[in-house]
């Protein structure tokens, strides 16, 4: 099964935000739309899905933007 880079959608003009829970694991079996992550700007905090279904084998956090 090929692997997947699920990406957090735009969330608005935020420089920032913070990873404040995870929800899943590895080894974790998710379906499309599950929540993966709880992240947290100075304004409001929200969750993000998942974009496919299938098995959590990695969790990588990184900053891909720019400021």
């Known amino acids: 099964m090929a692997s997947i880079d699920i990406q957090v959608p735009d969330i608005g003009d935020f420089a920032e935000v913070t990873v404040i829970e995870l929800m899943v694991k590895v080894g974790d079996t998710i379906k499309p739309e599950q929540s993966l992550i709880t992240v947290e700007s100075d ?6 899905p998942s974009s496919h279904g ?5 969790l990588k956090v990184t900053f891909a933007g720019g400021v």
Do not use: C, F, P
Request: glycine content about 10%.
């Open 43 to 48: 304004k409001a905090s929200m969750e993000i």
């Open 54 to 58: 299938g098995v959590v084998k990695e």
